[in-house]
Nanobody, 117 residues
Framework: QVQFVESGGGLVQPGGSLRLSCAGS????????MSWYRQAPGKERELVAA????????NYPDSMKGRFTISRDNAKNTVYLQMNSLKPEDTAVYYC??????????WGQGTRVTVSS
């Protein structure tokens, strides 16, 4: 059974940083590209970042470039999202999933990020 456990979210002040983690299980993690998505209240889910199976290629929507960094550790079956200079509009539930920008399979529960003073 494919599972994702996202963690690392929380309350952070504007300008702060967070590092999200997503542990995958039930599939050959090292063979799959992975992506982070987010869904803000009242909005559709949107792509945040994607990384190839080896980690050698990454992709970010233009609106995410410069503040977010995706990485992975295939030995730990984990993908990360480093978020810097956070803004209130980054408030959302963040999810990881298989696929390089095109989601594949089931979603996890997500981890909530709230950016507020």
């Amino acid at each position: 059974q494919v599972q994702f456990v996202e963690s690392g979210g929380g309350l952070v002040q504007p300008g702060g940083s967070l590092r999200l983690s997503c542990a995958g299980s039930g599939f050959a993690f090292r063979l799959h590209a992975m992506s982070w998505y987010r869904q803000a209240p009242g909005k559709e889910r949107e792509l945040v970042a994607a990384i190839s199976s080896s980690g050698s290629n990454t992709n970010y929507p233009d609106s995410m470039k410069g503040r977010f960094t995706i990485s992975r550790d295939n030995a730990k079956n984990t993908v990360y999202l480093q978020m810097n200079s956070l803004k209130p509009e980054d408030t959302a539930v963040y999810y990881c999933i298989r696929g390089f920008g095109v989601p594949f399979g089931s979603w996890g529960q997500g981890t909530r990020v709230t950016v507020s003073s």
